[in-house]
């Protein structure tokens, strides 16, 4: 890191507009969960102040395979391409490159762009990019694709460009979540003339980029197997970023992530390792801070034909995990017990919150059983002299301890399991490749919903595929489920659709298919001498990096 001595007085003073309204949503206080000592929560951190030349950031997830947002999920994107809505660090939404994004009846949405904002060449956005840019996610392959599986599947009707600043989107069935999706990536905005000239290699080290986020890509910037190098977006229609050059580097081990970090070699990362909580605590380089989000520790099918898609195994197990322990080996106290697979905080700000919240509180508080998880294995009638496979990110000793404990506790009542530690981008890819899933049963990885809403993340798991299941892998199909789904989806007033999700909550929570372990703050370790990142889990789906800057 290094810095440079010119005052940035504007970009500061504009800094500090958006913080006003990002102040943590309960004051900054939480109970842990845990028993532990109160824990203060910090959604965005105080925006930079002094322009810094360098600063070197750690993704922890390892090297994506891709850049582009329509493709992949990681924490470079939102500081490349911006979404056509805002999702601030509270987790509420505002304006983006979108003026207005509203439904003008139940199933047309129209989407107003701001006329002031440009790519990296210069080139005005235009109603054209953001039809290309949209369009990609209606293709079933698009891991957004669930977002926008209500939308018409004609391209000349569904998603088209209906003035220079206007597009318009149509639906087969209103969609009360479309909305809260245009803040993620799935409404992230690429030019379309760059996408078409670089074709399948857009997004690759190869192909690059041609975006409007705070940060660029050059040419060249991205060497592969090493670290990724964007540059200051200096014309960025938000405000410059104070730092200059902002490179990533890759640190998929939790050990050597922490040693990078306490001693100054590396400037910051988000999601550190909760194993490290002493060493991020002590007297380092920088600071831990913890934030609101959305994730959880989970584990879930892999399979149809495996006994992993037997509900019975998967209750068995969750009656098998001590979760006070989990808290305290896996999560270092840093998490807090989660009932099912929506936690509470992805509700919060949310119309009819409270018809959510008493459908949360209504389900069961995980507790051990170990005479009834043993009694529900017999009953599955499943061959349990056949090992299962859990799938769990070499290298991330909370997934390593996460692993132990799953199996330990199948040991218990009767399963064997044996644990498959994949390397990082084998791991990520099995999301997407099924030849990556063959021979697994479970996987266990840390999820999360990178907007606002509580239909998306659960429908991902539970919902056939073609009404946006994609990672229903074991095939679950409970008719019940996906007509409260459904009817939620299609709502057109909040109550009636707060109504039919929790519906469908009480049928599909039992059913486990995720296995909820913990629910987890969002963890991010910095520099002393920087500031100005978000700190919650808006960073995936918002330009986090745009304020940081030297104090």
């Known amino acids: 890191m290094k810095r440079i001595g010119i005052a940035a007085a504007a970009v500061a ?9 990002c102040a943590p949503r309960d004051g900054g206080g939480s109970d842990d969960g845990a028993g532990n000592d109160e824990i203060t929560l910090v959604d965005a951190q105080p925006a930079g102040t002094q322009p810094v030349d360098e ?15 329509a493709n992949s999920a990681n924490l470079i994107i939102p500081n490349l391409c911006d979404n056509l809505l805002s999702l601030q660090p509270d987790f509420s939404i505002e304006p983006g490159i979108a003026e207005t994004a509203e439904f003008v009846d139940p199933t047309t949405f129209v989407i107003t762009l701001r006329d002031d904002v440009t790519f990296w060449d210069g080139s005005p956005v235009t109603a054209e990019d953001v039809v290309y840019s949209l369009q990609q996610s209606t293709n079933p392959a698009s ?20 003035g220079p600043n206007e597009v318009t989107v149509r639906f087969v069935a209103p969609d009360s979540t479309f909305r809260d999706a245009l803040a993620g990536q799935g409404g992230a905005v690429m030019q379309k003339a760059f996408g078409e000239k670089v074709g399948e290699a857009v997004g690759t080290s190869d192909g690059g980029l041609m975006c409007t986020g705070p940060y660029k890509l050059e040419d060249g910037g991205w060497t592969p197997g090493s670290d990724i190098v964007t540059t200051a977006n200096e014309d960025y229609w938000n405000g410059a970023p104070l730092v200059k050059e902002l490179t990533y580097t890759f640190v998929s081990d939790g050990s050597t992530l922490a040693t990078a970090l306490t001693q100054g070699e590396i400037d910051g990362a988000i999601n550190v390792p909760p194993t490290s909580r002493a060493a991020f605590e002590g007297d380092g380089a920088g600071t831990l801070v913890v934030g609101h989000s959305t994730s959880s520790y989970s584990f879930g099918p892999a399979s149809s034909t495996s006994a992993a898609a037997n509900p ?20 270092n106290g840093l998490g807090y017990v989660q009932k099912t697979l929506v936690p509470e905080f992805s509700f919060q700000s949310m119309e009819e919150a409270d018809i959510y919240q008493a459908g949360y509180d209504a389900l069961a508080t995980p507790e051990v059983d170990i005479e009834a998880a043993k009694k529900l294995v017999e009953e599955s009638g499943e061959d349990v002299s056949v090992p299962l496979v859990l799938a769990v990110v ?22 064997d399991i044996e644990i498959n530690e994949m390397q990082a981008s084998d791991f990520g890819a099995l999301f997407y490749d099924p ?25 991902l798991f539970l919902l056939p595929e073609q009404l946006g299941g994609i990672f229903n892998w074991s095939g679950y199909d409970n008719p019940d489920v996906t007509a409260h789904m459904t009817a939620a989806r299609n709502a057109v007033d909040a109550e009636t659709a707060a109504n039919e999700f929790v519906a469908a909550q009480e049928i599909f929570a039992p059913d486990y298919l995720q296995v909820t372990l913990a629910g987890a703050y969002q963890l991010t370790y910095i520099n002393k001498d920087l500031t100005g990142v978000v700190t919650s889990v808006a960073a995936y789906s918002s330009p986090w990096a745009l304020h940081l800057g030297g104090k």
């Open 13 to 21: 003073c504009a800094s500090l507009l958006v913080l006003t309204a």
């Open 55 to 69: 600063v070197t950031w750690a993704i922890a997830e390892g090297e994506p395979a891709t850049l582009n947002p």
């Open 143 to 162: 891991q957004w694709y669930g977002a926008f599986a209500l939308v018409v599947p004609d391209p000349a009707v569904g998603i088209v460009a209906t």
């Open 312 to 331: 019975k195994i998967r209750q068995a197990l969750n009656l098998a995990i001590d979760r006070e322990k989990y808290l305290e080996t896996v999560v």
């Open 394 to 415: 070499a290298g991330a000793p909370q997934f390593q301890q996460t692993a132990a404990i799953i199996q330990s506790a199948g040991k218990e009542i009767g399963l």
């Open 435 to 459: 030849s990556k899933r063959e021979g697994v049963d479970f996987v266990a990885t840390q999820g999360y919903l990178e907007t606002p809403g509580v239909i998306g993340y659960p429908s």
